[in-house]
């Protein structure tokens, strides 16, 4: 039987007169892995929020084994805006935390002086972390923060951008080491490599973890169960995110076979109910009862519509977009490095690349947001474009969700040349008429990027230029918005991490490079990483050809005519050479983790150690060369 870590017994939750969810019950186990999926607005930030003691129940109890530690990353994490990036990250009574943070502290310290103070403290913090066999987990600290690219610990949070803060907060979450992690989004924010890291790491982790994530890849990658919140309840699917939908379909068929059975009775007894207003029978009375229940139950019921719709596009001329030779730094970082490119109609371009290389910038040229330093961008006089950005205008807190659609259009242009009215429009879209007519302050975070987004695609566009737009989406939307962009008829640019809506709508890839190189790449995400893994195959063959030794026999009956007398003897002298910088190299890694030097030899020996690395690499590379050479 496996072990339990937690159990939420019969919680639920309100907010004024709406019911989140109601007497919901489920357990988390030990090494087990829970993907918590739901429509936008239903409460799967509210849930994690009670089960980290962040948010009380109305009713029910969450009850935890004993000495269990639990480590939550929030959606939007609210962090001390005076603190460092170390505070954040050592946030931590443990012993083995507080080591480590003393020890990274000493080393910052010894960087900005070498003073006695400064070096007795590194010496110490150094013991102390022989004494608590903390190496180790300073190194896993160290990948961590390689790996989400958080560099300066010395930085103050308030410099902070929102994506970063999720980042430093996301790193904190990791190295708590919590036998329990709570994680809301933590995907938003990572660029696909960085994605895919964390992917491997929670695989491979001996935690137990309940996530939200609107992240089809990264739900099937990491999850062993889906759990969904559906109309307030729970509901159980183990196994991988298509056994899910699978589940789902017949479930959604069984309630519209069901739904359709009632609305026949309904009618029938509806017919009956008209004929005989007068009965007074206890049996005709009972009959009335059964009605109302049966109408209540009616009307309760919801069922997802499959529903496939587009807005018309404004015609597209001959002319569409062109970027000639485009070139844009900060500083001195490049950002966009002679760009070009002219849209054909009908293309539909997926961008993709690390945080910080560059990607919005592109989109900001583009809309004119920003000038290039140089090169030109062209917009054909047919194009209206719609750009979504990732931080989308607020409207006034006290507006109606319907007045916010209606000011653009009370009936929206369908492709198939009929119309829609606006209501009808946001209920397929996840945002049902009850909602309509609440107070936009009242949406959740990601139903006001849904509505502004839905804002942008009724106004007709034939230019969609989208910056994550799947970001705080649920999935059942994000599919819907995927389905409508495959049917829409104009062109469509987007930035996303998000790779199966990128395999799935786009058919070709700017692909930003170091140094401000874009790539063109004609195919999907999946298509790319097949030829960059077939690539990174070929080129690791190609360098274990190079290291292979060669075989003496054959050495010695092929002739080396290739070399002359002086490259021979340094070919000789390298050889010769190599294993002594080798030995020196072995040596000083030795001094340096021995915790023995002063503050001053540190410098020095460190500065001695990467001069040796590229003296190694030099003579490598030359040897490489005269190896070949003699083997031509």
């Known amino acids: 039987m496996a072990e339990n870590y937690i159990t939420i017994e019969n919680v639920s939750k309100s907010f004024g007169e709406k019911e989140l969810f109601s007497s919901i019950g489920f357990g988390i186990n030990k090494g087990q892995k829970i993907a918590l999926v739901a429509e936008n607005g239903s409460g799967k930030t509210t849930l994690l929020k009670i089960i980290a003691n962040k948010e009380i129940p109305d009713d029910g109890l969450v009850s935890f084994r004993k000495g269990i530690t639990i480590s939550y990353l929030e959606q939007h994490p609210l962090q001390n805006e005076t603190s460092t990036i170390m505070d954040v990250l050592f946030n931590s009574s443990t012993p083995l935390m507080k080591t480590v943070k003393r020890y990274q502290q000493a080393l910052l310290d010894s960087t900005k002086s070498s003073d006695e103070n400064t070096e007795k403290e590194l010496s110490e913090a150094i013991s102390e972390m022989d004494c608590q066999n903390a190496w180790n987990y300073e190194s896993q600290i160290k990948e961590i923060l390689g790996k989400l690219n958080i560099t300066d610990l010395t930085k103050n949070v308030s410099t902070l951008s929102g994506g970063e803060k999720k980042k430093v907060a996301l790193c904190a ?4 080491k919590s036998e329990v992690l709570l994680l809301d989004e933590p995907t938003n924010h990572l660029d696909i490599e960085m994605i895919e890291w964390l992917e491997e790491y929670l695989n491979t982790a001996n935690q137990s ?24 309840q729970i509901c159980k699917y183990e196994g991988k995110f298509d056994y899910y939908l699978e589940k789902k379909a017949e479930k959604q068929q069984q309630e519209s076979a069901t739904l359709a059975k009632a609305k026949n009775l309904y009618k029938k007894e509806l017919e009956w109910i008209r004929r005989m207003p007068q009965a007074r029978g206890t049996k005709s009375r009972a009959r009335i009862e059964a009605f109302n229940e049966l109408k209540e139950s009616i009307s309760n019921v919801n069922v997802t519509q499959s529903a496939e719709l587009t807005v018309k596009a404004q015609r597209i001329g001959g002319k569409i977009l062109e970027i000639n030779n485009i070139n844009k730094s900060f500083g001195d970082k490049k950002i966009i490095d002679d760009f070009s490119h002219i849209y054909k109609k009908g293309d539909k371009i997926g961008i993709i690349g690390k945080n910080g290389s560059g990607k919005t910038t592109l989109l900001d040229i583009i809309t004119e947001k920003i000038k290039p330093d140089s090169g030109k961008v062209t917009l054909g006089q047919t194009i209206k474009i719609g750009y979504y950005t990732q931080n989308p205008p607020e409207e006034k807190p006290d507006t109606k969700v319907i007045d916010i659609v209606k000011k653009i259009s009370e009936n929206i242009q369908l492709s198939d040349g009929t119309t829609m009215g606006a209501s009808q429009y946001l209920t397929h879209f996840g945002i049902p008429p009850h909602k309509q007519h609440t107070h936009y302050g009242n949406l959740s975070g990601g139903e006001k990027r849904l509505l502004n987004l ?9 230019f969609l230029i989208l910056d994550e737009p799947t970001n705080d989406l649920d999935i059942h939307t994000q599919m819907k918005l995927e389905t409508f962009l495959e049917q829409y008829q104009g062109c469509l640019m987007v930035v996303s991490h998000d790779r199966h809506f990128l395999d799935r709508i786009v058919s070709q890839l700017f692909v930003f490079k170091p140094e401000g190189k874009i790539k ?14 077939e690539e990174s195959k070929q080129k690791k063959l190609l360098e274990e050809k190079k290291d292979k030794p060669t075989n003496t026999k054959k050495k010695d009956l092929t002739p080396k005519i290739k070399l002359t007398y002086k490259e021979q003897k340094e070919k000789e002298a390298i050889e010769e050479l190599l294993p002594k910088l080798e030995e020196r190299k072995q040596t000083i890694e030795q001094q340096l983790s021995s915790g023995e030097l002063t503050n001053e030899l540190l410098l020095s020996t460190t500065e001695e150690y990467q001069n040796l690395i590229e003296e190694i690499n030099q003579k490598e590379e030359r040897w490489l060369e005269l190896c070949s050479k003699e083997q031509e």
């Open 209 to 232: 973890i309940l996530f939200v994530s609107h992240d089809r890849y990264f739900i099937d990658k990491v999850s062993t169960d889906i759990y969904e919140l559906d109309r307030g």
């Open 454 to 462: 839905l804002c942008i695609l009724i106004a007709n566009p034939n």
């Open 520 to 533: 063109e790449f004609p195919g999907n995400y999946s298509d790319y990483l097949i030829k960059e893994k």
């Open 173 to 176: 979450t990791l190295i708590s």
